[in-house]
């Protein structure tokens, strides 16, 4: 069983930066594609990036492209979320992923203001 715990998020005005953390525990880590995906008020969960098992291939939304960068540390087992030039939009619960088991962690509320 994968369990995945984010930590990070909080309060910014637009244009500041926050690094979201995902945390995982179980054995399949380092096998593991990971993702990140939000959902904002009123909104379906939406893809937001990913990253393969070595850190070497990796995926945005359109949305997100050049503003975030995410990373993984396979000895930490911990895959980040580095969100710069955040703007209101970005305002939602941001999860992780383990897309090898299905696993969700509970999320993370990240909110910029105007």
């Known amino acids: 069983q994968v369990q995945l715990v984010e930590s990070g998020g909080g309060l910014v005005q637009a244009g500041g930066s926050l690094r979201l953390s995902c945390a995982a525990s179980?054995?399949?880590?380092?096998?593991?594609?990971i993702g990140w995906h939000r959902q904002g008020l009123g909104k379906q969960r939406e893809f937001v990036a990913s990253?393969?098992?070595?850190?070497?291939?990796?995926n945005y939304a359109d949305s997100v492209k050049g503003r975030f960068t995410i990373s993984r540390d396979n000895a930490k087992r911990t895959v980040y979320l580095q969100m710069n030039t955040l703007k209101p939009e970005d305002t939602a619960v941001y999860y992780c992923?383990?897309?090898?088991?299905?696993?969700w962690g509970q999320g993370t509320q990240v909110t910029v203001s105007s």
């Open positions: 990253i393969g098992t070595t850190g070497d291939t990796t």
């Open positions: 992923r383990d897309y090898y088991s299905g696993s």
């Open positions: 179980g054995s399949t880590f380092s096998i593991s594609n």
